[in-house]
């Protein structure tokens, strides 16, 4: 594929192409149609749909407009947030511009998946600024390396506790002193206290949701059991066995 936008889907204009009607015929709208209505050619068309070939920002702008969908619509389902940025043909000061914050906050947005403490309600106003839904930029920023790395780092803290949390006897609190606190605190830029709060909130729900389900087991095994007592000839084979 030449250089172009990237997580550009092919796949997607051709569905959007086809969903389209041409402005001077009644059928859907046809690669050349599509060509003129760009500037450009079929067989380029073609390619982009192919995937052989990715449009540039500028470019995708255009195909988005006509066939009448957002520019984050022709895109792949595992983009980034810069990924998003660029296809709809916005520089970092520009959406930094439009969002009302400094360039450098911005930055931290896109590099480490960071909202502003003082505007955490941004991620809203950047959703319409990228005319994407909320699902789908939360996915772009799970996808940003920096935010996959604390999410993992953050899976490692809390396996332990989550181990001891699941398995019988008495319920021990995390501590905001703790070890695991901390370094979530740490991971996620926040209060320890805050944190262990959080913690405490899910381990307890994951300790009636494992109760929940041993309960379950075992009225499952003693519904098996009681099928297999009560089968034709039980009471004959317990006397052959006594």
Known sequence: MTRGVTGFNGAALRSARLGTKCEKHAHPLTAACLARKVGT????????????????????????????????????????????????????????????????????????????????????????????DYSRLRMALHRIPAVQKRWWAAATVLKDVTDRAVNPGPFAPVEDTSTQAQLLATLFRARAATVSQLMNIYLTELRQLASQLAQAKARLDFTTSTRWMNRPGFGRDLRLWL
């Open 41 to 132: 050619s079929k067989a380029l068309i073609l390619s982009y749909e192919h995937g052989r070939s990715s449009p540039s920002p500028q470019r995708l702008a255009q195909l988005a407009a006509a066939v009448g969908v957002p520019a984050a619509s022709l895109m792949t389902r595992d983009t980034q947030l810069s990924d998003l940025r660029v296809a709809s043909g916005l520089t970092v000061s520009d959406l930094a511009a439009r969002l009302g914050i400094a360039v450098n906050t911005y930055r931290r947005i896109e590099r480490d998946g960071v909202m502003p403490r003082r505007r955490p309600g941004v991620i809203w106003d950047l959703a319409d600024v990228l005319r994407v």
